[in-house]
Structures are given as structure tokens and as C-alpha cells.
């Protein structure tokens, strides 16, 4: 049982991304709706909630737990390692990787919240920037029109001049993903981090197995949520969504 | 000594002016700023919030309360009621009692959080509208410029042709006062809760005396925080700022 956790619903994209490589692992998913977002919070704050949502993961009895969330992906990794004693995956880290293997020139940017901004993770990154407003733009369906393309505009113009390799350092931009492309052309080469930790944990699990059973619980449900849950996943979860205190 | 708490930073427009009003009160001051926004969440999940808030004030032995948080008033100001024996004072009630006494056409409309719209709270209002992405816009600085003219003009269009009295139903938009209002024109008439609320809150207090103190807790604490704060307040507070976790 793969355990995956967010500060809300932008790692549906990455369950979407396991989903897709491994159709029989079984997955038991962990938003904290209630208290997203967490990329505006303090490392404190943050290193806070990752202990209680690892927890929550561990008394499900996971067998594997990938962080999804970006923001504690690069300032509380270390938290959740240090309460599991199963193997533990950072959706950043693998995103990384990739970009040092496919960059050309060595100019790799990483653009996602303050917190993984300010963070001090990756270090061999050469510009990060963040891109605060994208998150709510995108949870509010603002994907295409020109809302969208005038903040893509501002956020990424730094990155179209400097980088070859572009680190999409936040679980919401690969709704925009064709966007954020299209705007900085052929020569930046987008790496997703939702795809590359889906090929690391393929790699990685010896038994791929399972009854594809998919189990969400979420720390806050409103209609709203649910409505945001279909876009990051491609379908409806509503029948299979507990509410959960942590 | 009185308590004003509020999801986040917003509620600082309603100490500025309480201030402005009341030279020499006492003021205790709770934003959450670990868990907001609040105006995003189901009203069960804001019910709860508000009663650990209320709590947390009544803990620090104020003698009234004024909910500086539009969603929380709108949602649950009886829980706030139920926990205390003091006054307590809701921001949009103040507002809506005055918008009813300004209105010609008798068309009055509610602008505010996606909670706050989606509440039974003030019945007759003719039109309500979320404009959930002015928030985020406003505390990210995007308080002139072509980004906040964007979603003025697409949050504001019905207003415009619909009524002739605007409730600012969410204690960021006096930071946007001008730029709603010249949207809008001059036959729609703005009502600023933080300013009916500091009025209200003056005529009823017998004492007004104090020594000016303010004290301000919050849940969660960073420099962007306190930049925001600033914004909000039009003074740096760092110094008189405490972390709680309620």
C-alpha cells in the first residue's frame, strides 16, 4: 500500500502519474484541505504538519510513502524520514536529478512556492523563483485565457532568459503545463515532478501488485474540493472520500 | 481590553481603524495565520476554527469581541456567542445594517469569500458574488496595476449593473477601495465594514479609556507575514508580535 500525502489536492497529479505506470498498486491518498496552503507558511509551520500527516499515513499502515507536496518535499523530507522506518519518497528530488541529466548547459531553474524558494534545498539550481499566484489561478480554473497568461508571463520571463531546464517545482503547474511551454518555447525543456518520482517508484517496487484499490482522505470537504479533485485527477472521487481530523 | 481575531492578517483594516476611532483602547488581536484562508473551507471546518479562536481570546480575558473576519461572521458568529458572556460584535452586521439605510433602489450587493456568499447570512441582499482571487492578489502586492484591474473588472461587471450599494464583504478590499470604486463609478455606494464596525464599536463602549496597548498573536509567523501586516496596518508591528498555537 503506497501512502501519498499533500498540503491539499495538487498531489492528485501525482497519483494520476502512479496511477498511470502502476494500474494494480493499491494507494491511500492524504490531502490536508483544512489547512492548505502550506507553501506560504513557515519552515516551523510546516516541519509541523508533515510530522502529523506522516503519522496519519503510518497508523494506515503504508508500505512506501511519497511526499507529494513539493513545499514539504524541500523543508521537512528529513521529518518525515525521521517518523518512518519505511522507505520515503520527495517528489522534488527525483525532478532533480533529471534535470542535471537533461540540461546542457547547466542552467537549471526551479520555480514553486516561497517556502521551497526560500528554502535551502537544491542547491545547484541556478535561478528559483517563485510563482505564488499560479495556485490559487489554477484552483480557481483560471488554465487558459489571458488571467493565466499574463501571470506566466511575469513569472516565467526570467526563467525563458536564463534557464535550459526548468524544474516545475509545484504539484498545480502541470495543469498549465502546454502554457508555461508555450511561452518559454522549444529551447527550456520542462521536467515534472509528478512523472519522474511515478518512473522512480516503478523502478523502484519489486511487487507491483494490488487490487487498484484508491482510498482519499481529506482534512476538510466541501464542494468546492471536490470540484478542484476532478481537475488534478481526471475523475471524480467523491464516493471515495473520508473526512479525516488527523 | 478588547479582542479582535480574524483568519489571517485581513482583520488588521479593522484595527486600524478601531484605532483611528479609539486612540486609547486596549487591543488584543488573533490571526491565524497557520490555517488561513478561511473563506475557502466548509462551514463546519470554519465553525471550528472560529470556537478555538474564541477561545483563545476569552483566555486572554477580553472584555468584547469583534469577529474582524467576514466568513467567520457570516458562518459562526453563534459559536462565537455560545463561548462567551461578553459582547460580541460580527463585521458584516454593522455594514449590512448601514447599506440598508443608504440604498435608494434598495438593491444591495455582497462581495466576499466563496464561504461567505455560499452562507444563508443576509437574506436580502439582491446580488452576491465570490471574488475569491482578489485575496491572494491583495496580499501579494497586486494592489494597482493591470493584474487587479483584470479581476476588478471581471468580478465587479454584475455589481455595476446591478446595484447601487456594495458591501466589501472581506477585510482585504479597502486596500482596493479606489481602484473598486472607479470601476464601478459614482452611483454605486461602498460600504467599508471595518469602518461600520469601528463606529459601532465606539458608540457602544460606555469607557473608551485605556492605555493603548496592542498585542498581537498569531499561529503562524514569517517575514512575508509581517510584510503583509505592515500592508494591512500602515505600521510594522514585529516587535509586538507573539506566536500561539491556540
Known amino acids: 500500500m503506497i501512502g501519498i500525502f499533500d498540503s491539499g489536492l495538487g498531489g492528485l497529479t501525482v497519483v494520476k502519474e502512479v496511477r498511470r505506470l502502476l494500474p494494480s498498486v493499491d494507494i491511500i491518498y492524504l ?7 502550506y507553501g506560504t507558511r513557515s519552515p516551523q509551520t510546516i516541519r509541523k504538519f508533515a510530522e502529523e500527516d506522516t503519522k496519519f499515513l503510518l497508523h494506515q499502515q503504508v508500505d512506501l510513502i511519497i511526499v507529494a507536496c513539493n513545499t ?14 519505511i522507505p520515503v519518497f520527495g517528489v522534488i528530488d527525483s525532478a532533480y536529478k533529471k534535470a542535471f541529466k537533461v540540461t546542457k548547459s547547466g542552467r537549471v531553474g526551479l520555480v514553486g512556492t516561497r517556502a521551497t524558494i526560500n528554502s535551502s534545498a537544491y542547491k545547484d539550481v541556478k535561478l528559483r523563483r517563485h510563482a505564488s499566484l499560479l495556485v490559487p489561478l489554477i484552483e480557481e480554473g483560471f488554465i487558459k485565457g489571458p488571467e493565466i497568461e499574463l501571470f506566466i508571463k511575469k513569472y516565467f520571463l526570467d ?8 524544474i516545475l517545482g509545484c504539484t498545480h503547474y502541470p495543469l498549465i503545463k502546454d502554457k508555461i511551454s508555450e511561452f ?7 521536467v515534472d515532478p509528478a512523472e519522474e518520482i511515478a518512473h522512480e517508484i516503478k523502478k523502484y517496487l519489486k511487487n507491483t501488485g494490488g487490487t487498484s484499490v484508491e482510498e482519499y482522505y481529506l482534512t476538510d470537504v466541501n464542494k468546492q474540493f471536490l470540484q478542484t479533485a476532478k481537475m488534478f485527477l481526471g475523475k471524480d472521487i467523491s464516493d471515495k472520500v473520508n473526512k479525516t481530523n488527523l
Open 159 to 166: 526563467f525563458k532568459r536564463n534557464v535550459d531546464t526548468l
Open 72 to 85: 514539504v518535499s524541500s523543508l521537512a523530507l528529513d521529518v518525515v524520514r525521521k517518523y518512518s522506518s
Open 31 to 37: 490531502g490536508d484541505t483544512a489547512r492548505v496552503p
Open 184 to 190: 518559454l518555447g522549444s529551447t527550456v525543456v520542462l
